[in-house]
């Protein structure tokens, strides 16, 4: 794996400053970011903004996808501070600990970007039903 393409919803202003952080941090690969409501997200994966938008989803450069909580670990593999810690999550017996903590952030990302600064207005980043 040389990149990964995150999918991102661009119209959620918490979403927004995670790419940027995440976009800064030193990582193993190039990582690319696509808003989920682009076209070119959808050629690139063939599903719809409203797939995407339901969860984090990240593909590498050999066309594999990854969503939800394994996407989170994906990701925090891919960045040097953090793949300790993606190591440690992926043990089988924190799986219950990693799914209730990534679907908790996927489905409260506004209340989360409200208690960090970062509020989103109107439906745009409405809490999604992912995960059930």
């Not at 997200?41 to 066309?63: I, M, N, S, Y």
């Amino acid at each position: 794996m040389k990149s990964l393409t995150v999918y991102f919803d661009g119209g959620c202003a918490f979403c927004q400053r995670c790419k940027r952080w995440l976009g800064a941090q030193p990582s193993f690969v190039a990582m690319h970011f696509i808003d989920a409501r682009s076209a070119a997200a959808r050629e690139r994966t063939g599903l719809k903004p409203a797939a995407l938008l339901q969860h984090l989803t990240v593909q590498d450069d050999t066309g594999s996808v990854w969503s939800g909580p394994d996407a989170f670990l994906v990701v925090l593999f891919a960045l040097k501070s953090y793949r300790e810690l993606a190591i440690e999550l992926s043990d089988p017996s924190w799986r219950w600990l990693r799914t209730r903590l990534f679907t908790w952030v996927s489905k409260n990302r506004q209340r989360i970007g409200f208690w960090v600064g970062t509020p989103c207005h109107g439906s745009m980043c409405a809490p999604v039903n992912a995960y059930r």
